[in-house]
Antibody, heavy 119, light 107 residues
Framework: EVRLVESGGGLIQPGGSLRLSCAASGFTVSNHYMSWVRQAPGKGLEWVSILYSGGGTVYADSVKGRFTISRDNPANTLYLQMNNLRAEDTAVYYC?????????????WGQGTLVAVSS | DIQMTQSPSSVSASVGDRVTITCRASQDIRSWLAWYQQKPGKAPKLLISAASSLESGVPSRFSGSGSGTDFTLTISSLQPEDFATYYCQQANDFPRTFGQGTKVEMK
């Protein structure tokens, strides 16, 4: 059974840093493209970043230069390092798997972890 | 960025009703479109990919159509478990972008 479990969210002051984790089971993270998608409270979905199986990355302009996506293959875990956080980064962050070999849609999602940026 | 516009933003319907949601892309995205269902407090669930391909396990009352810039999600006979918010998403280009959502509410 495919599972994605996010952790690492919490309340953080503006300018602070957090690292989100997404532990995968039932499949191998390095064999799939993986993304982070966020949802501000009461708002719609916003794609944040993708990590290709070959290691390449793409970021939304809103997070470029502040966020870094990565993975730990032995741990089968995806990460999102978030630096210089802003109030507008407040959201539930989901990790999401892409079907194998394509970076199109998201076929499995984690349950999400809430990041709240506030002083 | 490709803008995705859904209509309506909300729809009130009864069990058994036929519900249609439309999604318009700001440029040609061919068939690179997906539809998701999201219930409160839960993650989105992929319903339809490639504009019209029903995901495994999704009831056949859901269907998708369209190509280019105009797409439709249809629920042929609304069931109690279908009350939720629905999002379209384009996969033609980065950044991947979503519609603003359509909330299907009980009449």
């Amino acid at each position: 059974e495919v599972r994605l479990v996010e952790s690492g969210g919490g309340l953080i002051q503006p300018g602070g840093s957090l690292r989100l984790s997404c532990a995968a089971s039932g499949f191998t993270v390095s064999n799939h493209y993986m993304s982070w998608v966020r949802q501000a409270p009461g708002k719609g979905l916003e794609w944040v970043s993708i990590l290709y199986s070959g290691g390449g990355t793409v970021y939304a302009d809103s997070v470029k230069g502040r966020f870094t996506i990565s993975r730990d293959n032995p741990a089968n875990t995806l990460y999102l390092q978030m630096n210089n956080l802003r109030a507008e980064d407040t959201a539930v962050y989901y990790c999401a798997r892409h079907p194998r070999y394509i970076s199109s849609w998201f076929d499995f999602w984690g349950q999400g972890t809430l990041v709240a940026v506030s002083s | 960025d490709i803008q995705m516009t859904q209509s309506p933003s909300s729809v009130s319907a009864s069990v058994g009703d036929r519900v249609t949601i439309t999604c318009r892309a700001s440029q040609d995205i061919r068939s690179w479109l997906a539809w998701y269902q999201q219930k409160p407090g839960k993650a989105p669930k992929l319903l339809i990919s490639a504009a019209s391909s029903l995901e495994s396990g999704v009831p056949s009352r859901f269907s998708g159509s369209g190509s280019g810039t105009d797409f439709t999600l249809t629920i042929s006979s609304l069931q109690p478990e279908d009350f939720a918010t629905y999002y379209c998403q384009q996969a033609n280009d980065f950044p991947r972008t979503f519609g603003q959502g359509t909330k299907v509410e009980m009449k």
